[in-house]
């Protein structure tokens, strides 16, 4: 099962920003939080990651919490082609467990104009 | 560089029969994985292979294998398809097998069972 939590939709009006929140309050010392994002019947894209520190990159950036229990990816002006379904994932990365993503029901994001 | 490919992009299959579907990572991936997504069950992991060997595998009966070849190239085959087979079949690649590396997706195989 998915260790996260994530609200089922959301809306957003192009330009602002787009905050898009993740619950994973039993996550473990070595997991990563991942974002991915799946616009319509096309391959999930990678967004970003992070483990404890705030992230940033051309997309987006992530904010995690002190406590490592919650985290919100940040779009920072949305536009139409950021309607998708997003997923938040935590997972091990740091051994030979592999690079398996156990994916929940994500959370879809609607930009409109 | 050029991303994950995969083979053919559309398939349509009779119940019984199997299938056999193409992967191709992007250069210096190591690790290639699996995934199906159906609308009732999401996304979800079937195999991980890294040199050639499976190093997991998700909750799938015995009929979804895969292997991976020395240039890191990758095939799933599933054997006797049944209608809920239908499904869009996702390959992704990652540097390797230990690390925070992330994993970037092909654009998958949407496969029909009739």
């Known amino acids: 099962d998915a260790k996260t939590t994530q609200p089922t939709s959301m809306d957003c009006a192009e330009g602002r920003a787009a905050n898009l929140p993740c619950n994973h309050s039993?996550?473990?010392?070595?997991?990563?939080v991942y974002w991915y994002r799946q616009i319509h019947s096309q391959g999930p894209q990678y967004i970003i990651h992070?483990?404890?520190n705030n992230e940033t990159n051309e997309m987006a950036s992530l904010i995690i919490t002190e406590d490592r229990k919650s985290s919100t990816l940040i779009l920072p002006h949305a536009t139409l082609r950021d309607t998708a379904v997003y997923y938040c994932?935590?997972?091990?990365?740091?051994?030979?467990?592999?690079?398996?993503?156990?994916f929940g029901k994500g959370t879809t994001l609607s930009v409109s104009s | 560089k050029a991303g994950v490919t995969q083979t053919p992009r559309y398939l349509i299959k009779t119940r019984g029969q199997q299938v056999t579907l193409s992967c191709s990572p992007i250069?210096?991936?190591?690790?290639v994985s699996w995934y199906q997504q159906t609308p009732g069950q999401g996304l979800q992991f079937l195999f991980e292979?890294?040199?050639?060997?499976?190093?997991n595998k998700g909750n799938f009966p015995g009929r979804f294998s895969g292997r991976q070849f020395s240039n890191s190239r990758s095939e799933m085959n599933v054997s006797t398809l049944e209608l809920g087979d239908s499904a869009l079949y996702l390959c992704?690649?990652?540097?390797?097998?230990?690390?925070?590396?992330?994993?970037?997706f092909g654009p998958g195989t949407r496969l029909t069972v009739t």
């Open positions: 992704a690649s990652s540097l390797a097998l230990a690390g925070p590396y992330e994993q970037y």
């Open positions: 039993t996550i473990s010392g070595n997991e990563y």
């Open positions: 992070g483990l404890k």
């Open positions: 250069s210096g991936h190591r690790s």
């Open positions: 292979y890294f040199s050639e060997t499976q190093r």
């Open positions: 994932i935590v997972r091990v990365g740091t051994n030979q467990a592999g690079t398996a993503l156990i």
